[in-house]
């Protein structure tokens, strides 16, 4: 009897998408729509840690319909007609996932955002790094990072709360990053990066000196009216010089515009990744309940169903 393949390399596909909705190709990571089983359903061979796990096609698939639940549902209507357009900004850039996430607060007309969804939009976050990102290694972990570093190094000279006053809002959390990015969008073109620098830590002593007079939110940590403080200008320093490296010539290739259209998506990375200090240091859990987490899956499958039989 004659075989009819020599191997399985004859048919390397277990699943085939016949003519997928453009959404859909939003969420593959190849051009073709015929996927091995490991593709569909994540692979452990690319893990960057001992016991990661690189979620595949249908993981992403039902994360992407998850953040549209969140972000799009008004009632009983889904708005599946939208479900487009996250999926191809979680392709375009990542950080989305936390615009999403600000969608829906302010949707919700909330003011303080829950520890749980904090954690939960990372997870998400770093999920879709992970997936489209698989085969670049140590570059892409600390790419993905950038929005957590900038944070970090803000932070210690930086702190948005005031005292006697509730939990700061959005603009005094990240004021520090868009201090250092309008000097970038609307400085002198003719500047070199050193006089570029140089004006962010101006700009950015200076607004600390303000905030130290209690003239603006929040509290400038190592801040010394009496004195040159040169651990101010250390930290400042740090920061800027971080921030131009990996925010605007890494992250925003170099171009002003690029940065300006991008500046907010990365406010938002940052308010999440502060918030998420926060909790951590106040040792909030941020893990749902399995009643939750169970009612969240089943819906996110029932979707799925309903997305895959308008195709």
């Not at 201090?179 to 600390?208: H, P, Q, R, S, Y």
């Not at 998506?265 to 918030?275: G, I, M, N, S, Y």
């Amino acid at each position: 009897m004659r075989r009819l393949f020599n191997s399985c390399a004859d048919f390397p596909e277990t699943v085939v998408l016949d003519a997928p909705h453009q959404s859909v190709r939003h969420l593959l990571t190849s051009a073709s729509a015929r996927l091995r089983l490991d593709q569909l359903f994540g692979n452990s061979d690319n893990k960057r840690n001992e016991g990661d796990w690189i979620g595949g096609t249908l993981a992403a698939f039902s994360r992407a319909i998850e953040l549209h639940i969140d972000t799009e549902r008004v009632g009983g209507d889904l708005k599946l007609e939208r479900f487009t357009r996250i999926a191809r900004d979680l392709e375009t850039d990542q950080l989305f996932a936390f615009s999403f996430l600000q969608e829906q607060m302010r949707e919700a007309k909330m003011e303080v955002m829950p520890a749980e969804k904090a954690h939960h939009y990372t997870h998400i976050y770093y999920q879709f790094v992970n997936y489209y990102h698989s085969n670049e290694g140590d570059l892409m972990d600390k790419m993905a990072t950038r929005h957590e570093r900038v944070v970090e190094l803000y932070s210690k000279f930086y702190s948005p709360f005031t005292p006697g006053k509730p939990f700061p809002k959005s603009h005094a959390i990240v004021r520090p990053v868009d201090t250092a990015a309008k000097c970038i969008i609307k400085g002198t073109l003719n500047f070199t990066e050193d006089e570029i620098k140089l004006e962010m830590v101006g700009k950015l002593l200076a607004w600390l000196e303000i905030v130290s007079h209690d003239g603006a939110t929040g509290k400038a940590i190592v801040h010394d009216s009496k004195t040159i403080n040169k651990k101010e200008e250390r930290l400042v320093s740090e920061f800027v010089d971080y921030f131009y490296k990996e925010i605007f010539l890494g992250y925003a290739d170099g171009e002003r515009s690029i940065l300006n259209n991008r500046l907010n998506r990365f406010k938002d990375a940052c308010e999440v990744a502060f918030r998420r200090r926060y909790y951590k240091d106040k040792g909030q859990s941020a893990t749902a309940s399995t009643s939750e987490q169970t009612a969240d899956d089943n819906e996110t499958q029932v979707v799925a169903a309903e997305m895959a039989s308008q195709q």
